[in-house]
């Protein structure tokens, strides 16, 4: 690799581009190692920028990860791998951060189903990321 330091994500482009998001996801895909694609919700003022910037890079993600397991080009296995590393564990390496505890990243299975590709933009948190962490007692 040229530049082994750069890392780089699209969280501005996916709130700029909507619907159209998950074209810029899956070119960005093509474009580099998944091991330098960082998740970013390019979220800024109003927390519905941070809201829509992730529900936008999940939709999106998960229309190219599904496109790719149907295609045959991937595994189940393979896309909640690039998930995880897009979505958690290559900021962790980069940053130098240890995860808060040891729960996968992608609780409840294949997040990337028929129905987190079709959601709208209610679509519940279940869907996407397998729902809501629980609390400590």
Same mark, same amino acid.
């Given at each position: ?27 960005? &895909?093509? &474009? ?19 809201? *829509? ?52 990243? *992608? ?31």
């Amino acid at each position: 690799q040229v530049f082994p330091h750069v890392h780089f994500d699209v969280g501005l482009a996916v709130t700029h581009t909507g619907p159209g998001s998950a074209a810029v996801i899956a070119e960005s &895909l093509e &474009l580099a190692p998944f091991a330098k694609i960082l998740f970013s919700s390019d979220g800024y003022g109003p927390a519905e920028l941070h809201y *829509l910037g992730a529900h936008l890079w999940r939709r999106g993600l998960a229309r190219v990860l599904r496109g790719w397991v149907d295609e045959g080009a991937a595994t189940d296995a393979d896309a909640a791998r690039i998930a995880a590393m897009i979505g958690r564990d290559n900021a962790l390496r980069v940053y130098r951060l240890r995860p808060t505890d040891d729960r996968p990243i *992608l609780p409840g299975g294949p997040w990337w189903g028929p129905a987190a590709a079709t959601a709208s933009a209610g679509c519940p948190r279940a869907a996407t990321w397998g729902g809501p962490r629980p609390t400590s007692p």
